[in-house]
């Protein structure tokens, strides 16, 4: 009997989703369950919700122009990493929930369109991971599928782009980049 491997399919969305689970544990262990602590797994789930998405957004570019072990791996576990940044960024949502909740005041000051596109987003994510099966692309039809595929990933990109370009030059610079790589053929 061969041992399955946690670095790929089905598996690594469970490592990486475990893993998601102990990083927000520990924060809040650290820093209790408080208003500071909550904006902390919100930051830190952000991240790790962008790395992921990323990592899914940029797969079939990547292996394109560099074909390599680690790209065809990427590849292969698209999927899976699409998953692991639905449940980095349900993480990311719950967070934000609790803190709504905790400290209404909060939210007192959130515009409507950050409440429209970013709620947007997370219906966007629900919406791929749902449909990240085999199953899905057959009841959607391949070419309905892609699309829809194809527009959360644009979509998404957006909501990461507006959200950083108020925060973050570094984090807007790579995902212009990204988008940039990715549009480029050859």
Do not use: C, K
Request: aromatic share 10%.
């Amino acid at each position: 009997m061969s041992r399955r491997s946690w670095t790929r399919g089905p598996r690594l969305t469970l490592a990486l989703a475990a893993a998601l689970v102990a990083m927000v544990a520990a924060l809040l262990a650290a820093t209790g369950w408080t208003e500071t602590g909550l904006r902390l797994v919100i930051r830190a789930t952000a991240r790790t919700s962008l790395a992921l998405f990323l990592a899914a957004f940029l797969a079939s570019t990547l292996r394109r122009r560099w074909p390599t072990a680690a790209t065809a791996w990427l590849l292969q576990n698209r999927r899976y990493v699409g998953l692991a940044f639905a449940t980095s960024h349900l993480l990311h949502l719950l967070a934000i929930l609790a803190l709504r909740d905790g400290y209404p005041q909060t939210f007192a000051d959130v515009p409507a369109v950050t409440l429209v596109v970013g709620g947007g987003g997370f219906v966007v994510v629900a919406l791929l991971a749902a449909t990240s099966s085999d199953a899905a692309v057959r009841w959607l039809g391949g070419r309905a599928w892609t699309r829809l595929h194809r527009f959360g990933l644009y979509y998404l990109w957006v909501v990461f782009t507006i959200t950083y370009l108020r925060t973050s030059l570094v984090l807007t610079a790579l995902l212009v980049a990204a988008l940039v790589l990715r549009l480029r053929r050859g």
